[in-house]
């Protein structure tokens, strides 16, 4: 079997996987008497206890349209009633997104933090199955309330309202991420601005001159003191790896599509060489900055953005080993799926190749059909260019 050939076969499991099991369970048991999401499953497929965090609304609302995009069966309805519950129990007064309530929609934590606005704003620009054009228009508020609200006055924002003196680099990532997704849906306009904006800080700020990419910073953009400002984290090499090719081949500007490509490629091979354990064929958690390993569990989600990473890379370098590395990263994220209830997974693998055996978390849910969706489109890319050439 060729490594394209490989790859495609782990994709077809996947995506069986996810339209037999998964989109199934998490869309009847998932989802509560009132339409939101719930927090988390048992192994047993039962709803777990749970408060309910602002972030898993919109990304099981990704998932299940998603899941709709890859051949899964999914009633818009669940889709529409989750969308109508998440406005209803999350938007504050002043246009942010709360960051928990409980299960009957009382306000738990009524702060404000970047990472779930970024969630919010991805979300939406998938809605428009069920929204038509509102989808831009219920965006438009959200988006102005953000930017003004945690904009910091040197360069990107603040990671919660109000601020704080720590900065972060991962929420800035999903803010990417949904600017990526609404300028794919809608073209160009003020969603090219914050993409570039962003693109500017990873590749100014974000990430040192090794290559690597920092987590955490102070007030000036500064790496943080301490063990904080040291780390690096594998699964975050993959998915600004991913970002990144996906912003060159938006762009224009050719210099910034090859400075992009580089940083992605280099993101990339950091994040296999030293963030990857061969004896459990996984990536690991965390590295420090001198790539050491700093905490060697292993998490579902780093093995997603894996599959994400060397499946995009294989199409603009179109080298056949990295289709082998999207089919072996498939195959460790395929390891969590192995659960007694079809459908769920585990979330934490253990460095001594234990799976803990808890609740499945619905946050994952979203990891999991990202990277479906990204290895499949690359793969489709991939058969294009193959019958283009024959």
């Known amino acids: ?25 998490w869309s009847q048991a998932g989802v509560d008497a009132s339409g939101a999401f719930e927090e988390k499953l048992g192994q047993d497929g039962r709803p777990v206890a749970s408060l309910r965090r602002a972030r898993v609304q919109p990304r099981q609302l990704y998932a299940l349209v998603g899941a709709e995009r890859l051949g899964a069966q999914v009633d818009l309805r669940t889709v529409r009633r989750g969308l109508a519950a998440f406005l209803t129990r999350y938007v504050k007064p002043n246009g942010l997104i709360r960051a ?17 606005q970024a969630f919010a704003l991805f979300a939406l620009a998938d809605m428009d199955i069920v929204l038509g054009p509102a989808a831009e228009a219920s965006t438009e ?16 924002f603040y990671s919660a ?24 849906a809608e073209g160009d306009g003020e969603w090219r601005d914050l993409a570039l904006e962003i693109k500017a800080l990873a590749l100014e700020v974000f990430i040192d001159d090794q290559g690597a990419l920092r987590e955490t910073f102070d007030d000036a953009w500064r790496p943080a003191p301490g063990l904080a400002g040291r780390i690096v984290e594998p699964g975050h090499q993959f998915e600004w790896a991913w970002l990144l090719l996906r912003w060159a081949a938006l762009t224009d500007d050719a210099a910034d599509a090859q400075a992009c490509r580089r940083a992605a490629l280099r993101l990339i091979e950091i994040g296999e060489r030293y963030g990857v354990d061969q004896a459990r064929g996984v990536a690991i958690n965390a590295l420090l900055d001198d790539f050491s390993a700093h905490d060697d569990e292993a998490r579902l989600w780093p093995q ?3 599959i994400k990473a060397h499946a995009l890379a294989a199409v603009e370098t179109g080298e056949a080993g990295r289709w082998t590395l999207a089919a072996a990263a498939v195959r460790g994220l395929e390891a969590y799926l192995a659960t007694p209830t079809p459908g769920l997974w585990f979330d934490r693998l253990t460095p001594d190749g234990r799976m803990v055996d808890e609740a499945a978390p619905a946050s994952s849910f979203y990891h999991i059909v990202c990277a479906i969706e990204a290895l499949s489109t690359a793969l489709a890319r991939a058969d294009t260019r193959l019958r283009v050439a024959s």
């Open 1 to 25: 079997m060729s490594p394209l050939e490989e790859a495609r076969a782990a994709c077809a499991r996947l995506k069986r996987w996810l339209a037999e099991a998964a989109t199934p369970l």
């Open 100 to 116: 928990a309530v409980d299960g009957d929609g009382r306000v738990l934590d009524d702060g404000a933090v970047l990472y779930d």
């Open 141 to 156: 508020a959200l988006r102005r309330a953000v930017l003004t609200a945690f904009r910091h006055p040197v360069a990107g």
């Open 161 to 184: 309202f109000p601020p704080t003196g720590v900065l972060l680099s991962n929420p800035h990532m999903h803010l990417f991420e949904a600017a990526l997704a609404w300028i794919e």
């Open 304 to 306: 997603t953005e894996r």
